[in-house]
Every structure is written in structure tokens, then in C-alpha cells.
């Protein structure tokens, strides 16, 4: 069921990003006066369609296979590879009848929409939700298997990213692969230590997260009906039947050995050590709460979250261009954490979360518009650079070569898609 509901939720955001892109050359092509012969969701292969309509020169539809969709604008060679219009002469409502600043424009309709949504939907979630984050300053690692083998401890305190101070713990690993970071600077106990990291280990750093947040165990209160009464807010147990414990982790490995038994702990209480009786109940808990990391946020007004939504499209756009710059470089292995609509599906809550929706959505459509800009014949920035092209030269490419980079770049495409499917059908094997 719950996979059932992660594919629906992929198809809905998949489909409402599609349709906002295609909508985009739709409405500049019209602008214009071009006619559009078809506006698609999904591809109508074989002429087979689950839904078709034709309101005035345009037929919408709904094709059968779900990859993507398309907008057949009249005059110009797209996936579709229609050529029938090439024995004619050229109409006014076609597209190679219109002037190439138009014809960018309507190329790149479809990526100003995307863009133009994300910044809408980062503007509604700073706006409704806010923003919370943990500050880096306090925060200690929990060092992974990765980690350690990069020389990070769990305990230590990140101060440099090179010479920068990180703000956000969250981001600490989306910083280091994304920075290019040669250095790390981090406090272990009393002792500054410098790690010099190894930018060969990338892939594995796209792979496999690299650190947690260490939690000191510290009690915040004690439930209500526990036996453990003797404990205060704000006691530090350091020990637990004979070892040492600083992390709520390692505690909580300790207790479940003695569940349902009671143990002897060292407890700091204003400064003093202490020694404890405490029960462990049968599912290994002290029944208390362990004071939660600190979380900074803040809300937005109205018109504060538009600045603070436009910043945060372009924080994620340049994030996102830093990571296909890491896919080109294949030194990283980047390429292998490429993935497919299996790989979206994953990031989907298993219950209905609308701050978790949006966020996905407005992320998707900034890589949408991203790489949907890139210069590969059949994207729309391959039709941006050959208009580009034709304005700075003032020679149109032919059709003839167009059909041909077209084809070209429908097999790149194919490549990365296949690239993507395989990836995560060996993640899921």
C-alpha cells in the first residue's frame, strides 16, 4: 500500500510539473500567434491516447505511456520528428515563420514557468511552515562507517569548511561534496584537528550518509509515571552499569541489554557525580525525555517570504548546478547516484505531508528547469543555442541538420535514462 501511494504521489507531482512546463511553450507559442497542434501529458505513442480533446486548432490529451509529456507546436521539428510540414511553404502561424527572438522565447517558456513555480512554491512554504534549522556551533557529529574512514569522530565539533564557518548541521555533507571542500577543521574534545579530505571519495559521499547528530544524554524530564524519580532535568548520566556514555546512542545500546533489570549509573547534577539506582523497562527505556538538539526558526510575513523564496530558488539552483557538475567530472563516480522515477519515489513521505510535497515539488522543478537548459539537442536548451546560434550569425541551421541533432539527442537522452533505471535497479538488488 504504502508503495502504491509513492507512486501516486510521483505521478501527481511528475504530471502537475510536466503540464506547468509544457504550459509555458504553449502560452508564449500562442502569444505570438503560432499555432499549437497538440498539448500532451504523457507521450500518445502509436496515436493511442487514454484522453483526447481538441478545443479550437489544439488537441489536449493524456497519452498511455507515462514519461514525460509534449506540446507539438505547428513548424518546427521536435521529439515528435514530424516532417510532413517541410514540402510546404511556410505558413504565418508556424513556427519557422516567426522571428528568432520569438522563437526563443517560446523555447524558453517552459523553463521560465518552472522556475516561475518553484519560486512560488518556496514562497508559500517559508510563508506557511517557516524556517527551523540546527545551528552547526553546538552540534556534534555522530560519525558513520564513511566518516570515520575520512578521520571524522563521534563527538566532533565542525568549525571550517576551508576557511568558511557552516551555519546549517543539515547541510554539512550536501557542502563538502558540493564546495569542492579540500579541508575540514573540527574541535575533538580540547584538541583543533584539521582532516585533508580525499575528493576521490565523492561518489561514496553521494552514496552513503556520512553523519548524524550526536545527542549528549541529558534528561529534559521524567514521564509521568516512571519509577525513575530520582532523576532531575538537567542531569548528565555518563555511565551506565560500569561504562562510560556521553551519546543517547551509545545509552541506548547499554540499556537494552538490561531491559526489564535494574542498573547502576553515574549521573552529573550541578557540577557533583552522582550514583543512581534506575529501572529499565521491557523495551529498554528510562522512561524520560533527553533534551532535544536546539532548532533555530523563524516565520515570515506576506511579503517577507517572497524575497525569502526567491532566495531560496536560487540557493537550490546553484546547488543543483554544482551537483551535474559533479555527474561531468567522472572522477567523482557522481554518476552513479543518477536515479530514475524509482529513485524520486523514495523521497515521497508515506503518509500525505504537504510541507514535504511542496518541498519535493518545488525541488523537482527547479531540476526540471535545469536540466531542461542543458545543450543537448531534443531539451530545450539545444533549441536556445541553435536560435542563439542563428541570432548572432544570422544563418538558420537546416532542416536537415536539425532532424539529425534531434535523433542525436534522443539517444543521449535514452543513454541517461537507461544510465538512471540501471542505477536503481542495482540500489534496489
Same mark, same amino acid.
Given at each position: 500500500?504504502?508503495?502504491?501511494?509513492?507512486?501516486?504521489?510521483?505521478?501527481?507531482?511528475?504530471?502537475?510539473?510536466?503540464?506547468?512546463?509544457?504550459?509555458?511553450?504553449?502560452?508564449?507559442? #500562442?502569444?505570438?500567434?503560432?499555432?499549437?497542434?497538440?498539448?500532451?501529458?504523457?507521450?500518445?505513442?502509436?496515436?493511442?491516447?487514454?484522453?483526447?480533446?481538441? =478545443?479550437?486548432?489544439?488537441?489536449?490529451?493524456?497519452?498511455?505511456?507515462?514519461?514525460?509529456?509534449?506540446?507539438? =507546436?505547428?513548424g518546427m521539428i521536435d521529439e515528435s520528428?514530424?516532417?510532413?510540414?517541410?514540402?510546404?511553404?511556410?505558413?504565418?502561424?508556424?513556427?519557422?515563420?516567426?522571428?528568432?527572438?520569438?522563437?526563443?522565447?517560446?523555447?524558453?517558456?517552459?523553463?521560465?514557468?518552472?522556475?516561475?513555480?518553484?519560486?512560488?512554491?518556496f514562497c508559500i512554504i517559508v510563508g506557511?511552515?517557516?524556517?527551523?534549522? =540546527?545551528?552547526?556551533?553546538?552540534?556534534?557529529?555522530?560519525?558513520?562507517?564513511?566518516?570515520?574512514?575520512?578521520?571524522?569522530?563521534?563527538?566532533?565539533?565542525?568549525?571550517?569548511?576551508?576557511?568558511?564557518?557552516?551555519?546549517?548541521?543539515?547541510?554539512?555533507?550536501?557542502?563538502?561534496? #558540493?564546495?569542492?571542500?579540500?579541508?575540514?577543521?573540527?574541535?575533538?574534545?580540547?584538541?583543533?584537528?584539521?582532516?585533508?579530505?580525499?575528493?576521490?571519495?565523492?561518489?561514496?559521499?553521494?552514496?552513503?550518509?556520512?553523519?548524524?547528530?550526536?545527542?549528549?544524554?541529558?534528561?529534559?524530564?521524567?514521564?509521568?509515571?516512571?519509577?525513575?524519580?530520582?532523576?532531575?532535568?538537567?542531569?548528565?548520566?555518563?555511565?551506565?552499569?560500569?561504562?562510560?556514555?556521553?551519546?543517547?546512542?551509545?545509552?541506548?545500546?547499554?540499556?537494552?541489554?538490561?531491559?526489564?533489570?535494574?542498573?547502576?549509573?553515574?549521573?552529573?547534577?550541578?557540577?557533583?557525580?552522582?550514583?543512581?539506582?534506575?529501572?529499565?523497562?521491557?523495551?529498554?527505556?528510562?522512561?524520560?525525555?533527553?533534551?532535544?538538539?536546539?532548532?533555530?526558526?523563524?516565520?515570515?510575513?506576506?511579503?517577507?517570504?517572497?524575497?525569502?523564496?526567491?532566495?531560496?530558488?536560487?540557493?537550490?539552483?546553484?546547488?543543483?548546478?554544482?551537483?551535474?557538475?559533479?555527474?561531468?567530472?567522472?572522477?567523482?563516480?557522481?554518476?552513479?547516484?543518477?536515479?530514475?522515477?524509482?529513485?524520486?519515489?523514495?523521497?515521497?513521505?508515506?503518509?500525505?505531508?504537504?510541507?514535504?510535497?511542496?518541498?519535493?515539488?518545488?525541488?523537482?522543478?527547479?531540476?526540471?528547469?535545469?536540466?531542461?537548459?542543458?545543450?543537448?539537442?531534443?531539451?530545450?536548451?539545444?533549441?536556445?543555442?541553435?536560435? =542563439?546560434?542563428?541570432?548572432?550569425?544570422?544563418?538558420?541551421?537546416?532542416?536537415?541538420?536539425?532532424?539529425?541533432?534531434?535523433?542525436?539527442?534522443?539517444?543521449?537522452?535514452?543513454?541517461?535514462?537507461?544510465?538512471?533505471?540501471?542505477?536503481?535497479?542495482?540500489?534496489?538488488?
Open positions: 500500500m504504502i508503495v502504491l501511494f509513492k507512486i501516486f504521489q510521483v505521478i501527481l507531482a511528475l504530471s502537475l510539473l510536466i503540464i506547468i512546463h509544457e504550459l509555458g511553450h504553449f502560452l508564449s507559442a #500562442r502569444m505570438f500567434g503560432i499555432r499549437v497542434d497538440k498539448f500532451f501529458l504523457f507521450f500518445d505513442v502509436g496515436g493511442k491516447a487514454l484522453f483526447r480533446k481538441r =478545443i479550437g486548432q489544439t488537441e489536449f490529451g493524456i497519452g498511455w505511456l507515462p514519461f514525460g509529456g509534449y506540446c507539438k =507546436i505547428a520528428l514530424d516532417t510532413s510540414y517541410l514540402g510546404s511553404e511556410p505558413q504565418p502561424w508556424e513556427f519557422r515563420s516567426h522571428p528568432a527572438w520569438q522563437r526563443l522565447i517560446v523555447m524558453a517558456g517552459g523553463v521560465f514557468n518552472n522556475f516561475l513555480f518553484a519560486v512560488i512554491a506557511v511552515w517557516g524556517t527551523a534549522y =540546527i545551528p552547526n556551533e553546538n552540534a556534534h557529529l555522530l560519525a558513520g562507517p564513511l566518516a570515520e574512514e575520512m578521520g571524522f569522530r563521534t563527538g566532533d565539533r565542525v568549525l571550517l569548511l576551508d576557511s568558511e564557518v557552516p551555519e546549517d548541521f543539515a547541510q554539512l555533507q550536501a557542502d563538502i561534496v #558540493r564546495r569542492d571542500i579540500g579541508t575540514v577543521t573540527v574541535l575533538r574534545g580540547a584538541d583543533t584537528v584539521v582532516l585533508y579530505l580525499d575528493r576521490s571519495m565523492v561518489g561514496r559521499m553521494l552514496e552513503e550518509q556520512m553523519f548524524g547528530l550526536a545527542i549528549p544524554f541529558v534528561v529534559d524530564s521524567v514521564a509521568a509515571g516512571s519509577p525513575n524519580t530520582a532523576l532531575q532535568s538537567g542531569d548528565a548520566i555518563v555511565s551506565v552499569a560500569g561504562e562510560k556514555v556521553r551519546w543517547r546512542h551509545e545509552a541506548s545500546a547499554l540499556l537494552a541489554a538490561h531491559k526489564g533489570s535494574t542498573v547502576d549509573a553515574g549521573v552529573v547534577r550541578g557540577g557533583i557525580e552522582l550514583s543512581v539506582s534506575l529501572q529499565v523497562d521491557t523495551a529498554g527505556l528510562l522512561g524520560i525525555f533527553v533534551k532535544a538538539p536546539e532548532v533555530r526558526s523563524r516565520t515570515y510575513t506576506f511579503w517577507e517570504s517572497i524575497p525569502a523564496g526567491v532566495e531560496k530558488t536560487f540557493s537550490t539552483i546553484g546547488g543543483y548546478i554544482r551537483d551535474l557538475g559533479l555527474l561531468l567530472n567522472p572522477s567523482t563516480k557522481a554518476y552513479k547516484s543518477v536515479g530514475s522515477f524509482i529513485a524520486i519515489g523514495q523521497i515521497f513521505p508515506s503518509v500525505w505531508n504537504w510541507y514535504q510535497f511542496m518541498s519535493i515539488i518545488a525541488l523537482l522543478s527547479v531540476m526540471l528547469a535545469v536540466m531542461n537548459l542543458l545543450p543537448i539537442p531534443g531539451l530545450d536548451g539545444g533549441h536556445i543555442v541553435f536560435t =542563439i546560434y542563428e541570432m548572432i550569425t544570422g544563418r538558420k541551421p537546416s532542416d536537415r541538420f536539425m532532424m539529425a541533432a534531434q535523433l542525436v539527442g534522443m539517444a543521449i537522452l535514452l543513454l541517461l535514462m537507461v544510465l538512471a533505471f540501471g542505477n536503481d535497479i542495482g540500489r534496489l538488488l
